[in-house]
């Protein structure tokens, strides 16, 4: 049964790979972004329906987009969101760009599932993955609040997918590898304005590697986008996973955070983990 696919950043790297991959099942695309007319339409071209949408927006501005594609479409299946960037800096050195980040990264993208909620909770289906990635795993130096929003999209998808299972809605976290996209491109890549010298000797090193792994990076996004839309669309009997990491780093970086988390509490139960009411859990 084709699927009708509501996708976010679908102007460049894995979201355009997402998008062109189903449309090459068949699939109806809705892609989004704030200047389609410039950044969508080669996927105009191939078939896909394109919005306008800044996820800024407030929430009845989102919702309003939602509408109008249900107006088109009459159903979405799957929503998809992308749509996202890196904030490079350190956490004192970043101020007012901390508004845009958190909007962009994280409540644009659940305002947008929750435009949808009440179509997916009407049909007793729908899928919602909202795509983090490696900087959710850990908060990273020079992107700090990169990372903190990648993270906080991670647990309340997390939520999200135990709040609506009731209602047949599948909710999963897509967590991306290092891909061969622009995401590093300095276009794409935002710097905070307010740089302080003494951490360049702390983070200099940093910010050069995020400019020289640019174009290095050992991800297929072709590959990436095939395997998001197989598992996302069901083919072959797989089910919607909670998390579905993608790429093999991915893989490593769960496991040494995992080995990481243990090892920095080994040892502090003893100091710090008898602290219940006495009496409390005594037979």
Same mark, same amino acid.
């Given at each position: 049964?084709?699927?009708?696919?509501?996708?976010?950043?679908?102007?460049?790297?894995?979201?355009?790979?997402?998008?062109?991959?189903?449309?090459?099942?068949?699939?109806?695309?809705?892609?989004?972004?704030?200047?389609?007319?410039?950044?969508?339409?080669?996927?105009?071209?191939?078939?896909?329906?394109?919005?306008?949408?800044?996820?800024?927006?407030?929430?009845?501005?989102?919702?309003?987009?939602?509408?109008?594609?249900?107006?088109?479409?009459?159903?979405?299946?799957?929503?998809?969101?992308?749509?996202?960037?890196?904030?490079?800096?350190?956490?004192?050195?970043?101020?007012?760009?901390?508004?845009?980040?958190?909007?962009?990264?994280?409540?644009?993208?659940?305002?947008?599932?929750?435009?949808?909620?009440?179509?997916?909770? =009407?049909?007793?289906?729908?899928?919602?993955?909202?795509?983090?990635?490696?900087?959710?795993?850990?908060?990273?130096?020079?992107?700090?609040?990169?990372?903190?929003?990648?993270?906080?999209?991670?647990?309340?998808?997390?939520?999200?997918?135990?709040?609506?299972? =009731?209602?047949?809605?599948?909710?999963?976290?897509?967590?991306?590898?290092?891909?061969?996209?622009?995401?590093?491109?300095?276009?794409?890549?935002?710097?905070?304005?307010?740089?302080?010298?003494?951490?360049?000797?702390?983070?200099?090193?940093?910010?050069?590697?995020?400019?020289?792994?640019?174009?290095?990076?050992?991800?297929?996004?072709?590959?990436?986008?095939?395997?998001?839309?197989?598992?996302?669309?069901?083919?072959?009997?797989?089910?919607?996973?909670?998390?579905?990491?993608?790429?093999?780093?991915?893989?490593?970086?769960?496991?040494?955070?995992?080995?990481?988390?243990?090892?920095?509490?080994?040892?502090?139960?003893?100091?710090?983990?008898?602290?219940?009411?006495?009496?409390?859990?005594?037979?």
């Amino acid at each position: 049964m084709p699927k009708t696919w509501f996708i976010t950043g679908a102007s460049s790297g894995i979201g355009r790979e997402i998008s062109l991959a189903a449309l090459s099942r068949g699939d109806t695309v809705i892609t989004t972004s704030r200047t389609p007319e410039t950044h969508l339409s080669d996927l105009s071209t191939r078939g896909a329906t394109t919005l306008k949408l800044d996820l800024t927006s407030p929430y009845s501005e989102i919702a309003s987009v939602v509408a109008e594609a249900l107006r088109q479409h009459e159903n979405i299946d799957i929503l998809v969101n992308v749509a996202g960037y890196l904030l490079e800096g350190s956490v004192e050195e970043t101020n007012e760009e901390i508004e845009h980040l958190y909007k962009t990264n994280l409540f644009g993208p659940i305002n947008l599932a929750r435009a949808l909620l009440p179509h997916f909770r =009407a049909r007793r289906a729908g899928v919602v993955a909202n795509v983090a990635g490696i900087g959710a795993l850990r908060g990273a130096a020079a992107a700090g609040y990169y990372c903190a929003s990648k993270a906080a999209l991670r647990v309340v998808t997390e939520a999200l997918r135990a709040e609506v299972a =009731a209602f047949g809605i599948e909710v999963c976290c897509v967590m991306l590898g290092h891909f061969r996209t622009n995401f590093l491109d300095q276009g794409h890549r935002l710097a905070v304005r307010g740089r302080i010298d003494e951490y360049e000797d702390v983070l200099g090193g940093i910010r050069r590697g995020f400019s020289a792994f640019h174009g290095r990076q050992p991800g297929d996004p072709v590959k990436a986008g095939n395997v998001i839309v197989r598992v996302l669309a069901g083919d072959g009997g797989l089910g919607v996973p909670a998390v579905l990491p993608v790429g093999g780093d991915v893989f490593e970086k769960i496991e040494e955070g995992c080995a990481r988390a243990i090892g920095e509490v080994e040892g502090l139960k003893e100091v710090a983990g008898y602290t219940d009411l006495q009496g409390v859990g005594e037979s």
